[in-house]
């Protein structure tokens, strides 16, 4: 029953649709932010103690969220390889600016949506500020809030503690703050919006395609990672089955594995500089009116003599070509 919800989830997470993705991102971390609330959220409703708790509940995962997003982006591992590779020689002061920019806005989904589900809820909020409310605008009908120890008694609102004669006070406290942080949280998301609207509007303004380019650029992108990722897998298998056979003088190879490798025999090893000129960050560009949509591409539509090593030359440089995967010489009797 669970292996249809494993290849669901395992379709998005591979997936180039970013909009289902990100939705799903969003999802998760408000279920982590319901659980945190109901399982670990223990304000210690003691002053000064309160205020860091409570904005360290607020911003703390967000701020994790958001360097784990950064991390575990493709695109910054790409942008690393491109420093690594190339030294930064393509990447321009507007190019590194839009790599960024896209790093930033995917990295940003899950801790925008951490701080609007904590400001929404409001808990955290009145925990940190429930003692920097003025005593002197409390009011419960007739009766006004005047204790000397004012600041530990809001201090322990939030838990819910307190003499029972300022029940109604305790009710005005955290029915403000809870405004002020519904009000604050909602002030968020609209702003985030605009700054979203903004971004797309100036990207589509600035973008050198028309809409069915886009769709093109971004289908042909979503096919070409799926098929080298696939081939690479069919290629290290058959690499890794003639190397084992050298060793071992045998392979094992269950049935499916052994026609991958007799239908697509490996041959030879590519160079680093080929890996080079295919990895890293890329924005699209043209040659000669000729449009190239990625590193491979690129690599592909190049002059053989100028960036490309040619099948000769890459045999003449590997010292020990990889035989061919072939069956093993019987004994003689």
């Not at 609207?197 to 289908?219: D, M, P």
Request: charged share 20%; aromatic share 12%.
């Amino acid at each position: 029953m669970a292996k249809p919800s494993v290849r669901f989830l395992s379709f998005l997470f591979k997936s180039n649709d970013w909009v289902s993705l990100h939705c799903l991102v969003a999802l998760v971390t408000v279920v982590g932010q319901e659980l945190f609330s109901l399982f670990a959220f223990h304000c210690p409703c003691t002053p000064g103690l309160n205020f860091q708790y409570g904005l360290m509940t607020i911003g703390g995962p967000a701020l994790v969220f958001f360097f784990i997003s950064i991390i575990l982006n493709n695109q910054t591992r790409n942008l690393v390889a491109e420093c690594r590779c190339h030294k930064t020689k393509k990447c321009s002061i507007i190019t590194t600016f839009l790599l960024l920019k896209s790093i930033l806005v995917r990295a940003l989904v899950a801790p925008v949506t951490w701080l609007a589900i904590s400001l929404l809820r409001g808990e955290a909020y009145v925990c940190a500020f429930s003692e920097f409310v003025d005593p002197s605008s409390l009011t419960a009908g007739d009766e006004s809030f005047h204790l000397s120890d004012a600041t530990w008694v809001l201090a322990r609102f939030p838990c819910r503690e307190g003499p029972a004669n300022l029940s109604d006070f305790q009710e005005e406290v955290n029915r403000r703050l809870n405004y002020e942080s519904q009000y604050l949280g909602w002030l968020f998301i609209f702003s985030m919006a605009n700054l979203l609207l903004v971004i797309k509007f100036f990207q589509s303004c600035g973008s050198k395609f028309g809409y069915r380019q886009e769709a093109y650029l971004t289908s042909y992108l979503a096919n070409e990672e799926r098929l080298f990722q696939r081939t690479a897998e069919v290629r290290s298998l058959a690499m890794a089955a003639n190397n084992v056979k050298r060793f071992f003088g045998f392979v094992a190879l269950n049935k499916e594995d052994e026609e991958l490798v007799a239908k697509f025999p490996a041959q030879g090893t590519h160079l680093k500089l080929q890996w080079d000129k295919i990895t890293g960050s890329y924005l699209f560009q043209e040659r000669l009116g000729l449009p190239l949509y990625s590193r491979l591409h690129e690599w592909a539509q190049c002059p053989r003599g100028k960036t490309r090593v040619s099948d000769m030359e890459m045999a003449a440089l590997l010292p020990h070509p990889e035989p061919q995967l072939a069956a093993s010489p019987t004994p003689n009797p």
